[in-house]
Nanobody
Framework: QVQLVESGGGLVQAGGSLRLSCAAS????????MGWFRQAPGKEREFVAR????????AYAGSVKGRFTISRDNAKNTVYLEMNSLKAEDTAVYYC????????????????????WGQGTQVTVSA
């Protein structure tokens, strides 16, 4: 089993910054990638960013590219999402997800590819 715990969410004004953390425990040796997804009220869960755990290769949704940065600290089994220039439309519950070894490595923007999920952390951006 793997447990993922997000932290760092909160209330921030538009234009501000926030840094989310996702601490993983359990069978992290099987981790291929870590992803961040978000879900706003009444909307579908959407991809935000992901990182290949060993290489650090990253990918971002177009809506956050240039503003958000995903990174990982392998020694600490922790993934971060640094969010800058926050906008009201960034308001959502942010979820950390982990992909383990298996098939379907080529579509890691798809939430269905991930095996474990955290409980989510609320990010609210006020105008």
């Amino acid at each position: 089993q793997v447990q993922l715990v997000e932290s760092g969410g909160g209330l921030v004004q538009a234009g501000g910054s926030l840094r989310l953390s996702c601490a993983a425990s359990g069978r992290t040796f099987s981790s291929v990638a870590m992803g961040w997804f978000r879900q706003a009220p009444g909307k579908e869960r959407e991809f935000v960013a992901r990182v290949i755990y060993r290489s650090g290769n990253t990918a971002y949704a177009g809506s956050v590219k240039g503003r958000f940065t995903i990174s990982r600290d392998n020694a600490k089994n922790t993934v971060y999402l640094e969010m800058n220039s926050l906008k009201a439309e960034d308001t959502a519950v942010y979820y950390c997800a982990e992909k383990h070894f298996g098939a379907s490595y080529d579509d890691l923007e798809n939430a269905r590819r991930y095996d474990y999920w955290g409980q989510g952390t609320q990010v609210t951006v006020s105008a």
